[in-house]
């Protein structure tokens, strides 16, 4: 045994989507020969410790960057000792953990790696110790008679042959091509039988090849959501040929022993060669795509000949329909049943990344009628319904983004011709002038362009009036909007179809003819503790300000649509990085002093993936506080519900794509039908894709990409473009780069060209409206007081740009939650720049600037080039299918990391200007949910739960009807979350269907 690979299960700890660190070391512990069952981000205590009992794991390695790990970690090694498990435990957060908890979780037995020891091991340096680890705890196990199973079937994969009965439940293989979905399927098809035959007891085995050099990434445990009362383990092949490891028919027989009725087994990809694993099941069920190439390609499949079921996976893809079709045709003429329709032929179209699809329903019908038949000869299956739905995106507008890419550089083809034609008739003019006979030039003379006509008209008309100016000390007059100062005709033209005034088509300059008067850019952000902390804050730095712009952060546990609880994994994380928010209550309290109806007050909430039921109890708390169902079409305000880069970038991830964008656009339609206006139903967020590691011209691209995604699909699912696009915002970063200097303005232009020109919207539609937070990737823990340094560049950059809004973050918001005092300063650093900087008192100080232009010319076509690639995958979902916009997020981070190590990309205080005294800084004292927080929380939410005891089940129950039954679901949401918590209600979605499947 000792000769074998180690195996370790690695995942991100519970509500923490922060998973590119344990990326990285699972990819590292792989290249050094273990085999890592890779758990993904958000698992839970019990998650860890059953996959590390089944998969009979000797170690299991945890990353936690949310706080609550002294809890988490305890915890853990309490369940496994629980559960007879003698796996290793091995943790690392960063500078989170600080070095008081390490030494406190090395008494406990838990080995956390800070960054002192990856400076001084190096990343394979810390696995091989984890390896070292590992195998001291294989070699001292013990396997005998009576083995547990999990124990039995690693017995069996070294080569083993204990004695088994020769007994054999039914078997289910599914097979078919790597990235055809089978593991998604294979979860749909648990989940079913859950629903309808839970009594019966399923085993999977999942099986993955290990790689050329050792080691193997076993990763369909990963995707899997439906595994509760689901024995599952993780194989590798170790050598073995065709997908099938040995002792697999052993295997299936210690299954059977252990009282399964039902083993499935997966197999790795395998292209055409994939027809083995019918030697040893009873039934086999081939999962593909439509592009399986050309049509001869079909004969050369194996598996079609031995399957029994085939499912054409991702049956949403252009040519679908066609490829059921051929696919039918090659199965009559391998099994010669020329005399059958191809209609009647057992291929079914399936999309298993969709709430009850009604393809995997048929699917599921059809197994479970020939499990039957192999079991006792009936043909009698379990009727789960249909549920056909349209596309999000139809595929014939797939290219849309292509298409838009086509728009913007068609808009400034004939912004280059009409320059020409103007300035040639200008030309033609003023010689015709100078001549005492002009009659010879008449062939020459025509009349000017009509759009550059019209544009010079307007400009004429506005240089005649007075204009809005500022009066410096020195008594010198600025104007509030600087313009041209050549009135040559061509680059008047260029001026004003390229930038223009503020407020004016393209709107390249900012949305607004003059900034807001009396409201500065800046948000309030705030969040920790209890609702009653954050509410005390929120007044704090509301106190003398002209208006109140609040910004909610929330603690991971709501962050992931969880309630409060004691047990440790979710307490440790109660009110810590962010507020508690569980009920109607809670929301009430949290706003308790404010007047939501103000027109002076607007509420940001940055809540993504249980979004829907936060903004329900938001607009109920407004309801409550004034008494008026109609005060939903006052209260101002945005929530970020931004799932597309969620996915992309930051994994707070609660329902699967199709689930949440169809919320989404419940909620979008519901606004529409209630005339909500003056609230954004999602705030499109590049933020959070540049803290995960793009760069700025990324961050916008892949930003604008997801936007023009919510406008199709709004637009497939019948709404009008005028209805929905004015309720849709932008939030993007600033950094340091070059590039930032220019986002909002790209940004803006791109977008009104492109619903001007492509989707026919009117003028409110056309102007993009954006926060800017200054970016926290920039924040250093070294030279903390540096930081403040940063934050005001890039808080001028967003002045300068036009930002609608505006945050600052604090210097030491690298390492805790802001105190006070450092967020009174970060304040200070807008304030400084609104009251006391000269040039922010002009409206576009940096409007003209030849860099500034050169770089929103460069920028932007840079953007339209990113579209175009997106739009070769299938658009922004299709991308998002194979992890394209993960991938290159995650290669500019590297480039990043590697520059900022190696010194070419200089940081002050940080690679360069350092510090010689290295005297180490005292800890920072951690901002943290206290415990009379966490237990009032508990409490509250005990009192609600007791108060609507009987009123909670029935509405969940219509909740679930409606979002199976394809209703709206926020319509249901505004009633559900005034009788039930917000647990219950994630709880209700994902008893239906709608979780979100984690990927690599």
């Given at each position: 045994?000792?000769?074998?690979p180690?195996?370790?299960?690695?995942?991100?700890?519970?509500?923490?989507?922060h998973?590119?660190?344990?990326t990285v070391?699972?990819?590292?512990?792989?290249?050094?020969?273990?085999?890592?069952?890779?758990?993904?981000?958000?698992r839970?205590?019990?998650?860890?410790?059953a996959?590390?009992?089944?998969?009979d794991?000797h170690?299991?390695a945890v990353?936690?960057?949310q706080?609550?790990?002294?809890e988490?970690?305890?915890?853990?090694v309490d369940?496994?000792?629980?559960?007879?498990?003698?796996?290793?435990v091995?943790?690392?957060?960063?500078g989170?953990?600080?070095?008081?908890?390490i030494?406190?979780?090395?008494?406990?037995?838990?080995a956390?790696?800070?960054?002192?020891?990856g400076?001084r091991?190096?990343?394979?340096?810390?696995?091989d110790e984890?390896?070292?680890?590992?195998r001291?705890v294989?070699r001292?196990r013990?396997?005998g008679?009576?083995?547990?199973?999990?124990?039995?079937?690693t017995?069996?994969?070294?080569?083993?042959?204990?004695?088994?009965?020769?007994v054999?439940?039914?078997?289910?293989g599914?097979t078919g091509?790597?990235?055809?979905g089978?593991s998604?399927?294979t979860?749909?098809?648990?989940?079913r039988?859950?629903r309808?035959l839970?009594?019966?007891?399923?085993a999977?085995?999942?099986?993955d090849?290990?790689a050329?050099r050792g080691?193997?990434?076993?990763g369909d445990?990963?995707?899997?959501?439906?595994?509760d009362?689901v024995?599952?383990r993780?194989?590798?092949t170790?050598?073995?040929?065709?997908?099938?490891?040995?002792?697999?028919?052993a295997m299936?027989?210690?299954?059977a022993?252990?009282?399964?009725?039902?083993v499935?087994i997966e197999?790795p990809?395998?292209?055409q060669?994939?027809?083995a694993?019918?030697?040893?099941?009873?039934?086999?069920?081939?999962?593909?795509?439509?592009?399986y190439g050309?049509?001869t390609?079909?004969?050369k499949?194996?598996?079609?000949e031995?399957?029994d079921?085939?499912?054409?996976?991702?049956?949403?893809?252009?040519?679908?329909?066609?490829?059921?079709?051929?696919?039918?045709r090659?199965l009559i003429?391998?099994r010669g049943?020329?005399?059958?329709s191809?209609?009647?032929?057992?291929?079914?179209?399936?999309?298993?990344?969709r709430?009850?699809d009604?393809?995997v329903?048929e699917?599921?019908?059809l197994l479970?009628?020939r499990?039957g038949?192999?079991s006792?000869?009936?043909?009698g299956?379990?009727?789960?319904?249909s549920?056909?739905r349209?596309?999000?995106?139809?595929?014939?507008?797939?290219r849309?983004l292509?298409?838009?890419?086509?728009t913007?550089?068609?808009?400034?083809?004939?912004?280059?011709?009409?320059?020409?034609q103007?300035?040639?008739?200008?030309?033609?003019?003023?010689v015709?002038?100078?001549?005492?006979?002009?009659?010879?030039?008449?062939?020459?003379?025509t009349?000017?362009?009509?759009?550059s006509?019209?544009l010079l008209?307007?400009?004429?008309?506005?240089?005649t009036g007075?204009?809005?100016h500022?009066?410096?000390l020195?008594?010198?007059?600025l104007p509030?909007v600087?313009?041209p100062s050549d009135?040559?005709v061509g680059?008047?033209?260029?001026?004003l179809?390229?930038?223009?005034?503020?407020g004016?088509?393209?709107f390249?300059a900012?949305v607004?003819?003059?900034k807001r008067?009396?409201?500065r850019?800046?948000r309030?952000?705030?969040?920790?503790?209890?609702?009653a902390?954050?509410?005390?804050r929120?007044h704090?730095?509301?106190?003398?300000?002209p208006s109140?712009?609040?910004s909610?952060a929330?603690d991971?546990?709501?962050?992931?649509?969880?309630?409060?609880?004691r047990?440790?994994?979710?307490?440790g994380?109660?009110?810590?990085?962010?507020?508690?928010?569980?009920?109607?209550?809670?929301?009430r309290d949290?706003?308790?002093?404010?007047d939501?109806?103000d027109?002076t007050?607007?509420?940001s909430m940055?809540?993504?993936?249980?979004?829907p039921t936060i903004?329900?109890?938001?607009?109920?708390?407004?309801?409550?506080?004034?008494?008026d169902?109609?005060?939903?079409?006052r209260v101002r305000?945005?929530?970020?519900?931004?799932?597309?880069?969620?996915?992309q970038?930051?994994?707070?991830?609660l329902f699967?794509?199709?689930f949440?964008?169809r919320a989404?656009?419940d909620?979008?339609?519901?606004?529409?039908?209630?005339?909500?206006?003056r609230?954004?139903?999602?705030?499109?967020?590049g933020?959070h894709?540049?803290?995960?590691?793009?760069?700025?011209?990324?961050q916008?691209?892949?930003?604008?990409?997801?936007?023009?995604?919510?406008?199709?699909a709004?637009?497939a699912?019948?709404m009008?473009?005028d209805d929905f696009a004015p309720?849709?915002s932008?939030f993007?970063?600033?950094g340091?780069?070059a590039?930032?200097?220019v986002?909002?303005?790209?940004?803006r232009?791109?977008?009104?060209?492109?619903?001007r020109?492509k989707?026919?919207?009117?003028?409110?539609?056309?102007?993009l409206?954006?926060?800017i937070?200054?970016s926290?990737?920039s924040?250093?823990?070294?030279?903390?007081?540096?930081?403040?340094v940063?934050?005001?560049?890039?808080a001028?950059?967003?002045f300068?740009?036009?930002a609608?809004s505006?945050?600052t973050?604090?210097y030491d918001?690298?390492?805790t939650?802001?105190s006070?005092?450092?967020?009174?300063?970060?304040?200070?650093?807008?304030?400084?720049i609104?009251s006391?900087?000269g040039?922010?008192?002009v409206d576009?100080?940096l409007q003209?600037?030849?860099?500034?232009e050169?770089l929103?010319?460069l920028?932007?076509e840079?953007?339209l080039?990113?579209?175009?690639r997106?739009a070769?995958r299938?658009?922004v979902l299709g991308a998002?299918?194979?992890?394209?916009?993960?991938?290159l997020?995650q290669?500019?981070s590297?480039?990043?990391?590697?520059?900022?190590?190696?010194g070419t990309?200089?940081?002050?205080g940080?690679?360069t200007f350092?510090n010689?005294d290295?005297?180490?800084?005292s800890?920072?004292v951690?901002?943290?949910?206290?415990?009379a927080?966490k237990?009032?929380?508990?409490a509250r939410?005990?009192?609600?739960?007791?108060r609507?005891?009987?009123?909670?089940?029935?509405?969940?129950?219509r909740?679930?009807?409606v979002a199976?039954?394809?209703?709206?679901?926020f319509d249901?949401l505004m009633?559900?979350?005034?009788?039930?918590?917000?647990?219950?209600?994630?709880?209700?979605?994902?008893?239906?269907g709608g979780?979100?499947?984690?990927?690599?």
């Amino acid at each position: 045994m000792s000769s074998s690979p180690v195996r370790i299960v690695t995942a991100a700890a519970l509500f923490d989507g922060h998973d590119a660190a344990i990326t990285v070391i699972r990819r590292v512990l792989q290249s050094r020969g273990a085999e890592v069952i890779h758990l993904g981000h958000d698992r839970s205590v019990h998650d860890v410790a059953a996959a590390a009992l089944q998969e009979d794991a000797h170690g299991v390695a945890v990353s936690s960057y949310q706080g609550g790990h002294l809890e988490y970690f305890g915890y853990l090694v309490d369940r496994l000792a629980e559960l007879g498990s003698d796996a290793r435990v091995f943790g690392g957060g960063g500078g989170v953990i600080v070095p008081a908890e390490i030494e406190t979780l090395a008494a406990k037995g838990v080995a956390v790696y800070s960054p002192a020891d990856g400076q001084r091991l190096g990343l394979t340096g810390m696995a091989d110790e984890v390896i070292a680890a590992c195998r001291e705890v294989q070699r001292s196990r013990q396997a005998g008679p009576g083995a547990p199973l999990a124990r039995t079937l690693t017995l069996l994969a070294e080569g083993a042959e204990p004695d088994l009965p020769d007994v054999r439940p039914l078997t289910v293989g599914i097979t078919g091509t790597g990235g055809s979905g089978k593991s998604s399927l294979t979860d749909e098809l648990l989940l079913r039988f859950r629903r309808h035959l839970p009594a019966l007891r399923i085993a999977v085995l999942a099986v993955d090849p290990t790689a050329r050099r050792g080691g193997a990434l076993l990763g369909d445990r990963i995707r899997m959501n439906a595994l509760d009362g689901v024995f599952f383990r993780s194989l590798a092949t170790r050598g073995a040929t065709a997908g099938i490891p040995r002792g697999l028919d052993a295997m299936v027989r210690a299954c059977a022993a252990d009282g399964h009725d039902l083993v499935i087994i997966e197999t790795p990809g395998m292209g055409q060669g994939d027809a083995a694993i019918a030697d040893h099941a009873d039934l086999v069920v081939y999962v593909m795509t439509p592009e399986y190439g050309a049509a001869t390609q079909l004969e050369k499949i194996a598996a079609l000949e031995v399957a029994d079921l085939v499912a054409i996976n991702k049956f949403d893809r252009r040519g679908a329909d066609d490829a059921r079709r051929d696919v039918a045709r090659q199965l009559i003429r391998n099994r010669g049943a020329f005399g059958e329709s191809w209609q009647s032929q057992p291929v079914v179209g399936t999309i298993a990344s969709r709430v009850n699809d009604g393809g995997v329903n048929e699917l599921f019908d059809l197994l479970l009628g020939r499990l039957g038949e192999v079991s006792t000869g009936s043909t009698g299956g379990v009727s789960t319904g249909s549920a056909g739905r349209k596309a999000l995106i139809p595929p014939a507008r797939e290219r849309y983004l292509s298409e838009i890419a086509g728009t913007v550089r068609s808009y400034h083809s004939t912004t280059a011709e009409l320059v020409q034609q103007t300035r040639r008739h200008a030309a033609v003019e003023a010689v015709a002038e100078l001549l005492d006979d002009p009659v010879p030039l008449q062939h020459l003379r025509t009349a000017p362009p009509t759009e550059s006509d019209a544009l010079l008209a307007a400009w004429r008309l506005r240089s005649t009036g007075e204009q809005p100016h500022v009066d410096t000390l020195s008594g010198t007059r600025l104007p509030k909007v600087a313009t041209p100062s050549d009135d040559e005709v061509g680059g008047l033209v260029r001026y004003l179809r390229a930038e223009n005034v503020p407020g004016t088509f393209p709107f390249t300059a900012g949305v607004f003819a003059l900034k807001r008067s009396g409201e500065r850019p800046t948000r309030m952000f705030a969040g920790e503790g209890d609702p009653a902390r954050t509410n005390r804050r929120f007044h704090l730095l509301a106190d003398g300000q002209p208006s109140t712009r609040l910004s909610t952060a929330f603690d991971s546990v709501t962050l992931y649509g969880r309630d409060p609880a004691r047990q440790p994994d979710i307490y440790g994380k109660v009110g810590t990085s962010g507020v508690s928010i569980a009920t109607l209550d809670d929301m009430r309290d949290l706003f308790a002093g404010f007047d939501l109806a103000d027109p002076t007050t607007s509420v940001s909430m940055t809540i993504n993936g249980p979004a829907p039921t936060i903004l329900a109890m938001f607009f109920n708390a407004a309801i409550d506080a004034t008494g008026d169902p109609e005060v939903v079409r006052r209260v101002r305000g945005t929530v970020q519900a931004d799932i597309l880069k969620e996915d992309q970038g930051q994994n707070t991830c609660l329902f699967s794509i199709d689930f949440s964008l169809r919320a989404m656009a419940d909620v979008q339609e519901w606004f529409i039908e209630h005339a909500v206006t003056r609230f954004y139903s999602v705030s499109i967020s590049g933020y959070h894709i540049a803290e995960a590691g793009a760069n700025p011209i990324t961050q916008l691209a892949l930003t604008l990409a997801n936007g023009f995604t919510y406008v199709e699909a709004y637009l497939a699912r019948g709404m009008a473009v005028d209805d929905f696009a004015p309720n849709l915002s932008f939030f993007f970063s600033n950094g340091m780069d070059a590039e930032y200097s220019v986002i909002g303005r790209v940004a803006r232009r791109i977008w009104a060209v492109a619903l001007r020109e492509k989707y026919g919207a009117g003028e409110r539609a056309q102007k993009l409206k954006y926060h800017i937070q200054t970016s926290g990737r920039s924040l250093h823990a070294a030279e903390m007081e540096f930081n403040d340094v940063r934050t005001t560049l890039q808080a001028l950059c967003a002045f300068y740009d036009s930002a609608n809004s505006l945050h600052t973050n604090a210097y030491d918001e690298a390492v805790t939650t802001p105190s006070e005092a450092s967020v009174r300063r970060a304040l200070a650093i807008q304030l400084i720049i609104d009251s006391e900087w000269g040039p922010a008192a002009v409206d576009n100080p940096l409007q003209g600037s030849y860099l500034i232009e050169q770089l929103t010319e460069l920028v932007e076509e840079a953007v339209l080039a990113e579209f175009d690639r997106i739009a070769e995958r299938g658009g922004v979902l299709g991308a998002m299918e194979t992890g394209y916009q993960r991938g290159l997020i995650q290669d500019e981070s590297m480039l990043y990391e590697s520059r900022k190590h190696d010194g070419t990309l200089p940081i002050i205080g940080v690679n360069t200007f350092v510090n010689a005294d290295d005297t180490p800084a005292s800890p920072p004292v951690l901002a943290r949910g206290t415990v009379a927080e966490k237990e009032s929380q508990l409490a509250r939410l005990a009192d609600f739960h007791a108060r609507h005891a009987d009123e909670a089940p029935p509405a969940l129950e219509r909740l679930k009807a409606v979002a199976l039954a394809d209703g709206n679901v926020f319509d249901e949401l505004m009633r559900t979350v005034r009788v039930a918590s917000l647990g219950q209600i994630t709880e209700a979605f994902f008893e239906v269907g709608g979780r979100y499947r984690r990927s690599m």
